[in-house]
């Protein structure tokens, strides 16, 4: 929401407030994005209800953090099927005989590291993630953090002029030009196509009803229905806009973090500030439904 006059921040957000936890804690990072999540063991199966306020502090909080999760990559698997199938990346590289294990990975002879650029996980699907599972086992002396903007915040503080503007937009999504050669050092052969796919540029979220921004520099082409120019324009807007670091929280990894974060509403970007260092572990990736927009009442 914007303010109007000298009284007060220029955006006034929709702050979540922190309801009531009983089988694990949960501690805010920023009013707005991100919260660790303590008391829990994930090498174990959880209670139904410890699950179920898993679920509910990533729905609250749109990113969550737990420490020192000594997993096996079977347990890391298990606890990313709790909460949905699992997604598959279209291109790249994973463990060996488990596809569902991305890896994630940079060294001195990396050409890249993954997500360098804000994004959101393969909105080029039809049916994008709807959250991912990073766990970390080897971390540079320093640096190798990884931020996330709230799509959310974002949203709700542009003008009520733009987002009428933007509500049932709609905008093209394509995994060519980010995925083409882009995993060749790891040995992967490309295929023949990439996903692609048209979504709304405000997404309705399927469990909290909340409006939310989904372009994305990743992987959005151009917004359907205007001129190229005027697409070209509002897509630099709408990410300048996205970037401000009011809608975010940094996350500094340790050996053995996870950061599970909800695709739906977040981006995210890793920074590659350690080279030559070694950053390394897995990924699992929750499979998701249609984005959609419905209009607010
Ligand atoms: C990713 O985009 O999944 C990578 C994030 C990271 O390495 O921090």
């Not at 969550?64 to 909460?83: N, S």
């Not at 503080?157 to 937009?169: E, T």
Request: net charge neutral; aromatic share 10%.
């Amino acid at each position: 929401m914007q303010t109007k006059g000298n009284n007060g921040p220029r955006y006034r957000h929709q702050v979540q407030e922190t309801s009531e936890y009983t089988t694990i804690g949960v501690a805010k990072l920023t009013p707005i994005i991100g919260a660790e999540i303590s008391g829990i063991d994930l090498s174990k199966p959880l209670a139904p209800e410890q699950q179920n306020e898993v679920h509910r502090a990533l729905a609250e909080n749109q990113v969550i953090f737990f420490r020192d999760q000594d997993l096996t990559k079977e347990q890391h698997l298990a606890f990313g099927r709790l909460f949905g199938d699992l997604h598959v990346h279209p291109a790249a590289p994973h463990v060996e005989g488990l596809p569902a294990l991305m890896k994630i990975h940079a060294d001195e002879s990396s050409p890249r590291a993954n997500g360098e650029r804000w994004h959101t996980d393969v909105s080029c699907d039809q049916t994008p993630p709807m959250g991912s599972i990073l766990h970390i086992h080897t971390l540079p002396p320093h640096g190798g953090d990884t931020l996330f903007a709230s799509m959310y915040a974002a949203y709700d503080a542009l003008s009520d002029r733009m987002k009428h503007y933007l509500n049932g937009m709609t905008a093209l999504h394509d995994g060519e030009s980010n995925y083409r050669g882009t995993y060749k050092n790891f040995g992967v052969v490309d295929k023949p196509s990439y996903p692609y796919a048209e979504h709304p540029v405000v997404r309705t979220h399927p469990i909290t009803g909340r409006q939310a921004l989904y372009v994305n520099r990743g992987f959005t082409i151009h917004l359907n229905g205007v001129p190229k120019d005027e697409s070209a324009g509002m897509l630099r807007y709408l990410y300048e806009h996205i970037e401000n670091p009011l809608f975010q929280c940094r996350f500094q990894w340790k050996k053995n973090s996870i950061a599970f974060w909800d695709n739906r509403c977040v981006q995210h970007r890793a920074m590659w500030d350690y080279w030559p260092h070694t950053r390394s572990g897995h990924r699992v990736t929750v499979a998701g439904d249609r984005p959609f927009y419905r209009p607010s009442v």
